[in-house]
């Protein structure tokens, strides 16, 4: 119930900051639970992906040091967060997620990168949806990085790409991950193309951060 409902709050807020979103290839979401997979680019693409994709609901990964905080944790828990370690995930990292799949009502929104500073896909997506018997489902955003410029309504974009089965006979051994990490990349870089032939994702945090040591030498 506070999912969906707040669900529609932040939808109608993100609305009236940015106008109405374009999402693309909806009908190629799958009818049960999945692994939605995607380039990690603004600390928002999760809400605009759970958006584009409802009415299915997500579950998500949180670092453990949000659920310190009593209301952070009242709130992360009733839209279906669960707590990780990133330091030292140990299995549950692993178990948690593919219980909640396996149980059928929740799907999961999940950054093979794990940062949005780093280009490299790792394979905990993959094991996660091999185990849970769910497929990956590839997504980007592209869109305003930063939340000031949501304000200037440029156009967002959240497109879907067709899901990725991975064989049950298929070792995720270190051949087995970089198979399905080009499936993933390839996936990324289709959808990126086909909704601008000219992106190019630029780390807009990582521009600031270097701006404002550059300030401090002067």
Request: aromatic share 10%; no cysteine.
């Amino acid at each position: 119930m506070f999912y969906s409902f707040l669900r529609g709050i932040i939808r109608a807020l993100l609305f009236l900051i940015n106008g109405r979103a374009t999402y693309q290839h909806r009908d190629d979401l799958p009818d049960g639970p999945y692994v939605l997979v995607g380039p990690h680019r603004t600390w928002f693409d999760p809400v605009y992906f759970a958006l584009a994709a409802s009415p299915r609901k997500f579950s998500f990964m949180a670092k453990e040091e949000l659920f310190q905080n009593p209301i952070l944790r009242w709130i992360l828990v009733r839209v279906n967060g669960f707590s990780v370690n990133r330091d030292h995930p140990g299995p549950s990292a692993i178990k948690t997620p593919v219980r909640i799949l396996r149980q059928g009502d929740l799907s999961l929104i999940m950054f093979p990168s794990g940062s949005r500073h780093s280009a490299e896909l790792k394979g905990g997506a993959a094991v996660i949806a091999k185990m849970a018997r769910v497929p990956l489902v590839p997504a980007v955003y592209q869109g305003p990085l930063t939340f000031k410029r949501l304000f200037s309504r440029q156009r967002v974009t959240v497109a879907f790409g067709k899901p990725i089965t991975i064989d049950r006979k298929l070792k995720l051994d270190e051949d087995g991950q970089k198979q399905i990490e080009q499936q993933m990349q390839a996936a990324f870089d289709s959808l990126d193309k086909e909704i601008n032939p000219d992106f190019h994702y630029v780390d807009v945090t990582g521009e600031e951060k270097a701006a404002k040591e550059q300030s401090k030498l002067k």
